[in-house]
């Protein structure tokens, strides 16, 4: 492939069969440098608010139609930065770092003109599989997200499936003291461009957000050659409580804009900057914080130096390796410090049953509300 540096290419080679050849885990297969992200996926769940004013402005809705419209309009203009900010900061998708159990990662978005705060928490808590739980909220504007994310992934026609696992809840505080629920499940993805070393993300299938008003959300996603021929392609139907006749239509491209097909209006438009998370200087960050915990990994990384890269992580990793091996001896396990773990989530069975979700059960972890957001005075 042309993205490939020439010193490289056998080792894409060599990976890319590892990947036809396996499912499952992809996430602890080894890598040729080129491909690597300093980032670790404990960070990601910070792209559902890197547009924090369409976020709390969900907490302004009138009536329950159009609150979930803004849910909709604010899960669309999430979209780019969860499957193309990466193109577009380091050239190509890249394999991210694998979170470490009981890594964390902190951080905020400010309040500006009456928006309130919106604080994260993430907490990686499984490490085989690779799990991640997160919590967003808003307090000010009674708005909280609840959710985990792991993934299933197999190999096909030369691209990578991968099926997520996990879903998130979006609660929102009403006026009238009553709170309003939204499950919101997850599309899947392809990861295509495998062959020429530049790796992207195409949406596929359908993804739902319902409301415990009964409105419902459905969400189809097409890439190239499909609907329209462009990728990045969807197609999103409104639809009232009871009802599957679609009360609004909305089309257009999760990547740039969108419109409300009855009426030509604008619906979303991500081609304006987002608002990347806040977060203390690495030197504040406690051992376990991501940015902390991988320092060395990522300026290796970064710095093209894969020696000091490789080794710093191999320190991680045997540390790690130790740390199983004596809860193991101590017939101790490790203690999440965040969430609780439950086997199946009530809120998603209730609503999952409304839009016949499949599977009709999923697991959760639960927030324990532990953490004092920042910003931290000095
Ligand atoms: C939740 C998101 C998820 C995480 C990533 C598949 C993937 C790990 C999971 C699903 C976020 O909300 C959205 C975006 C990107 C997803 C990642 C893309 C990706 O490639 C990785 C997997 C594990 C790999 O690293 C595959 C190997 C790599 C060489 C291909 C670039």
Redesign the pocket.
Known sequence: GEAVPSAQKSSWATFLKSIASFSGD??SLT?PPF?LSPIS?TE??A?WCERPELFSAIADAQSNEERSILVLKWFISTLKG??TSRNEKLGS????LNPVLGELFYGYWPDVNGRGQTNLVVEQVSHHPPITAYYIENPQKGISLQGH?A?K?SFSGGS?I?K?IGHAILTVNLPNGEKEEFLITLPR?R?DGLWYGS?Y?ELSETSYIQSSTGWLSTIEYKGKGYFSGKSHTFKATLSRPGSTQASQTYEGLWHETSKNVRTGELFTDVTTPKEEVTTVPVEEMDEWESRRLWRWVAKGIRDGDFETASREKSKIENEQRQRRRDEQAAGTSWALKHFDHIDSDPIFEHLGRLFKANPPTEDTYVYRHNRNPGPEKA
């Open positions: 992809l996430s890598a491909i996926l990601f769940p792209y969860q499957y998708e890249k394999k991210p994310s993934q992934t990578i991968v997520q993805l990861i790796p993300i």
